[in-house]
């Protein structure tokens, strides 16, 4: 594997250096909710890139491939692996986050990640993958025929990642223009309701605003379909 990436370790650094704050003001001031789920969600983000670091694995064997992520395990036999892509990620600008991550596509239209298989780890992750699916093939491990069912259901399923970004994305407007209405109800003496505004509603409109990207998501494709 190469080194570790200098964002990386900055990030996990950074991480400890707010949890370790976040601890010592509250032991300072007392615990509130606030600094509580603060420090739970530092805490969740270091264990989670430590165990992608440590433990996070792609493994090929005659047998198939095994997919070992920061928490679970899994493992596609030969004949269950319908195809190997590289697909842009989001990446926002600053992050670590890989800009081409390899899938695994089972005969299912299942998606498998497959860890460290991307431009992080490897010079050229495509020629890679299309090395693998070569030899498989050579081997009569693998060949690959496309099959339009799986194709509608794997578009399908990309649909509705898309559509839950959007809403999350949507949520997380909401919630900051009710901070700052929250905000503003503070500054003119009248009674604010930070849980029900911060919180609840942006959390309400989580499943409409799914639902409605979707929609829009399938109304592109179809379109397109018909272009």
């Excluded at 707010?18 to 001031?29: D, P, T």
């Excluded at 969740?44 to 992520?69: F, N, P, S």
Aim: with cysteine; net charge positive; proline share 7%.
């Amino acid at each position: 594997m190469r080194p570790i990436p200098a964002q990386t370790v900055l990030l996990m650094v950074s991480g400890a250096l707010m949890v370790a704050s976040a601890l010592l003001n509250a032991s300072a001031s007392g615990p509130t909710g606030w600094a509580a789920a603060a420090i739970a969600a530092w805490s969740v983000t270091l264990v989670l890139h430590g165990l992608e670091l440590w433990r996070a694995r792609t493994l090929v064997t005659c047998a198939g491939i095994t997919a070992r992520g920061p928490l679970r395990t899994r493992v596609r036999a030969w004949h269950e692996v319908y195809d190997i892509r590289l697909e842009p990620g989001k990446r926002p600008q600053g992050t670590t986050a890989v800009r081409w991550p390899a899938y695994l596509y089972d005969t299912g239209g299942r998606r498998v990640r497959l860890p460290h298989l991307d431009e992080q780890q490897l010079p050229d992750p495509a020629a890679d993958i299309a090395h693998l699916r070569a030899t498989a093939t050579r081997l009569g491990l693998y060949s690959w025929s496309p099959r339009p069912d799986l194709e509608t259901r794997i578009a399908r399923a990309a649909r509705r990642r898309t559509a839950w970004h959007r809403a999350v994305i949507t949520v997380l407007v909401l919630t900051a223009a009710a901070f700052v209405l929250d905000t503003a109800l503070l500054f003119t003496d009248h009674p604010a309701h930070a849980y029900a505004l911060v919180l609840c509603a942006p959390l309400a409109a989580l499943p409409p605003a799914f639902l409605a990207w979707d929609r829009v998501g399938e109304g592109m494709w179809r379109r397109a379909r018909r272009a």
